[in-house]
């Protein structure tokens, strides 16, 4: 899960100018939410580490307080994880799932900043703050929902 640098991509993955978080995927980087289920497996099995966590936190501009609060984690946890250290799979998967949400968030809004903002105010679709929702896998995936209908046109 890092940063998309200027390299091209195989056709059946192609990576977009957009800013968003990438994975290596068939020698290939790709967007988190383009990347097939099996990498992303593989990825929790292997466990998130604290650069993974830094990345993620720096790009959603979240403080720790609502980081911890997403991840199901005391906000000690986050702090205390030492760099070399990975994190348990149930971790690692919440973060790959928020990693995902952001990443298709980015795709879709166009912008990492109108993300963002956009997961920190009301939607009348969500009966409140997207990033609210964002603690469970139910609420990702109701998040998710809202992104397709807008990535679509569906009034939402």
Avoid at 124 to 134: F, N, S
Wanted: proline share 2%.
């Amino acid at each position: 899960m890092k940063r998309s640098s200027s390299k091209t991509s195989s056709k059946a993955y192609p990576v977009a100018e957009k800013e968003s978080f990438t994975m290596q995927v068939n020698e290939c980087e790709v967007p988190v939410y383009r990347a097939d289920n099996f990498s992303k497996i593989r990825l929790i099995h292997l466990g998130a580490t604290r650069q993974d966590l830094d990345y993620f936190k720096a790009k959603s501009d979240l403080d720790y307080e609502s980081l911890a609060k997403m991840l199901n984690v005391t906000k000690a946890t986050l702090f205390n994880h030492k760099e070399d250290q990975r994190f348990d799979s149930s971790f690692s998967e919440r973060l790959m799932a928020l990693t995902d949400l952001y990443s298709y968030g980015y795709s879709v809004m166009e912008s990492r900043e109108k993300f963002n903002r956009w997961m920190k105010t009301d939607n009348v679709a969500l009966q409140g703050r997207p990033i609210d929702l964002a603690d469970t896998l139910y609420g990702i995936s109701e998040i998710k929902n809202i992104l397709g209908r807008i990535e679509y046109g569906v009034y939402s």
